[in-house]
């Protein structure tokens, strides 16, 4: 598995990290079981969030492989805070709650990462500032970072708070890139040409923030993956043809998609089952040409200038 540097932190990451949002619907058994492979599969790092089956994914994580201090170094531990039922919350006590909450259930003294999750419109970037100065120097928290936000939060949050945003993760996938089309489509009159991000992608590799792509299979909003799907023909013929070149699963290239843009990304699987999640590690070793990307995106529907 081949690692990068977590923004522009010393933290060396595998390129593929791997979600633990439906971890709940594994038994003890079968959860440790997963958990295992993808050490062995050397994808150690592991996304997870307070509102995760309202808590229970990070317990059934811990639990699952017996956390302890010797089973803990061979992990990087990333989770989320700041949704609440009907609001989002920055505040200084809600962020310091949920970290000691998080770290209770996974049964850790510290987290490698911890993400804001949704942008709280009632944001103070002095009590953001407080709580992670806080949880840096109790040690808490190592790394910090941000979950769906524009360039211009980012920039609020960076009024105040000291330590470097690592990571921005957001929505990304093959059907889902708007943040790329409109970087081809610029002063044109058509729907790509909407910049519905502010320029993210291009703000986060000249800050050195490392993108996550979540959700890397799906179109829409959580309406379903493209793998296989019907309602994408083109697409999955031509991810076939470049995943028979390779000797490869399908899924492999739709993460090798993510992986071959510059930006060096770092998506976020969310399958668990055992052998998809073998051919997402696969994504590492397969490098797309040039031509491979590009057909693979036009044949998504997506179109060029």
């Not at 060396?12 to 599969?41: D, H, W, Y």
């Not at 970290?99 to 993400?115: A, F, M, N, Q, W």
């Not at 060096?264 to 699987?269: E, L, R």
Request: glycine share 6%.
């Amino acid at each position: 598995m081949r690692t990068i540097k977590l923004g522009t932190s010393t933290l060396e990451v595998p390129v593929v990290a791997v979600g633990c949002m439906r971890i709940n619907s594994l038994s003890n058994a079968e959860a440790e079981k997963f958990i295992q492979t993808a050490i062995e599969e050397k994808a150690n790092f592991f996304d997870h969030a307070d509102i995760y089956g309202g808590g229970k994914c990070e317990e059934i994580f811990a639990d699952a492989i017996d956390m302890n201090a010797s089973i803990r170094e061979k992990m990087i531990l990333q989770s989320k805070v700041g949704i609440r039922k009907g609001m989002f919350d920055f505040s200084k006590e809600h962020i310091l709650e949920s970290v000691d909450g998080i770290l209770k259930r996974l049964k850790t003294e510290y987290l490698d990462v911890l993400l804001l999750h949704r942008p709280d419109a009632l944001v103070e970037p002095d009590e953001v500032a407080a709580a992670f100065d806080l949880l840096e120097s109790s040690g808490k928290v190592r790394h910090f970072g941000v979950s769906n936000q524009t360039p211009m939060q980012i920039q609020l949050l960076k009024k105040s708070v000291k330590q470097p945003l690592v990571a921005n993760q957001l929505q990304l996938s093959i059907t889902n890139a708007n943040m790329i089309s409109h970087g081809f489509n610029v002063n044109m009159e058509n729907d790509l040409s909407v910049v519905r991000d502010s320029s993210v992608l291009d703000y986060c590799r000249l800050n050195d923030i490392t993108i996550q792509p979540w959700s890397p299979f799906q179109y829409g909003f959580f309406e379903g993956v493209f793998l296989g799907n019907e309602k994408f023909p083109e697409l999955n013929k031509k991810i076939d043809e470049v995943a028979a070149k390779y000797e490869v699963s399908n899924t492999t290239i739709a993460i090798a998609w993510l992986l071959r843009h510059p930006a060096h990304m770092q998506p976020v699987i969310g399958t668990m089952n055992i052998e998809r999640l073998r051919d997402c590690c696969k994504a590492s070793d397969v490098h797309l040409t040039r031509e491979e990307w590009y057909g693979i995106y036009l044949a998504a529907g997506n179109v060029l200038p």
